[in-house]
């Protein structure tokens, strides 16, 4: 399957007193992640879009994005690193007016690495999802994911993650 690979740099300020990065930035570096691969850029050169971004964002939006839920398992620490962390994502159900954003966190690669390919297989820093329901921006109310979306987003669904169990 195809996963979307998007580098996110670390801040200083995202590590906690033990020097990884603190729980609660891990989450904002996800949603960096989210916004650069769904949501259009109209500053954004030729060829430098993301596929998947075809959601319109600002003030003049038609729809909104919003997070119904998340859950995330952090699998071991990520210590601070010039280079940018590659979060693959990919989706692993697209509901009515939802989808489910799935994502791993990997080291990145001093050389960059391409926007879209394979999953890694290396050991990953986090597992985590989003679900996310898009709105009608006039209404407030939940509206469904168009089949333009659809076609898009359709080579990035794969299985979703999974968790341990709790016991």
Not at 20 to 28: G, K, S, T
Not at 120 to 135: D, F, H, P, R
Not at 137 to 155: L, T, Y
Request: charged content about 25%.
């Amino acid at each position: 399957m195809t996963r979307l690979h998007v580098p996110v740099s670390l801040r200083w300020s995202d590590l906690d007193a033990y020097q990884h990065v603190n729980n609660v930035a891990m989450l904002r570096l996800l949603e960096d992640a989210r916004i650069t691969a769904f949501w259009r850029h109209p500053e954004a050169l030729d060829g430098e879009e993301w596929p998947t971004a075809v959601l319109d964002t600002g003030p003049h939006a038609t729809s909104h994005t919003l997070v119904a839920g998340q859950q995330i398992e952090y699998l071991r620490p990520l210590g601070f690193s010039r280079t940018p962390v590659r979060v693959e994502m990919w989706i692993g159900s697209i509901g009515g007016a939802s989808l489910e954003v799935c994502y791993e966190v990997h080291d990145g690669e001093p050389g960059g690495f391409p926007r879209t390919g394979p999953a890694s297989g290396a050991a990953a820093y986090v597992k985590a999802v989003t679900t996310i329901v898009v709105v009608d921006a006039d209404g407030g109310r939940p509206r469904r994911v168009s089949d333009d979306e659809r076609a898009v987003w359709g080579p990035y669904v794969e299985d979703p993650v999974t968790f341990r169990r709790r016991h």
